[in-house]
């Protein structure tokens, strides 16, 4: 498979997450959706999170995780592949250790 095309469904699906968890999760905390990373074969994609304040990411990570049924059909109906990757999500790490550099460079 093309890496142009990789690239356009990896983008695809990074927009259609960030769509579905704007509309379906609370005000309480804002959930960036950092990166996907796609699988060579395309069965598979791992959804990147950053979750603001901190404090909630536990609650914002068990939000999308309870509902990634949902997720997967609001994907699969934007998505027009077949068959439509496997969905899994993770808080990006190196998005928080970015944080993290960011904050000490600003402290000086």
């Known amino acids: 498979m093309s890496e142009f095309r990789s690239e356009k469904i990896t983008n ?5 997450a960030a769509l579905f968890i704007e509309r379906e ?3 309480s905390s804002m959930i960036t ?8 074969d ?18 914002a990570y068990g939000f999308i995780r309870r509902n ?8 699969s109906k934007g998505l027009k592949i077949n068959p ?12 928080k250790n970015r944080q993290r ?4 460079l600003i402290q000086g």
């Not at 695809?12 to 259609?16: F, R, S, V, Y």
């Not at 395309?42 to 609650?59: D, F, G, T, Y």
């Not at 439509?84 to 998005?95: A, K, S, T």
């Not at 550099?101 to 000490?104: G, H, K, Q, S, W």
């Open 42 to 59: 395309n069965k598979r994609a791992k959804i990147m999170i950053s979750v603001l304040p901190q404090e909630k990411e536990k609650a």
């Open 68 to 75: 990634l049924g949902d997720l997967r059909k609001y994907v």
């Open 101 to 104: 550099i960011d904050e000490l």
């Open 33 to 40: 959706v950092t990166r996907v990373l796609l699988s060579p």
């Open 12 to 16: 695809h699906i990074k927009e259609l």
């Open 84 to 95: 439509i990757p496997f969905l899994e999500v993770e808080i990006d790490e190196g998005e």
């Open 25 to 27: 999760a609370g005000p």
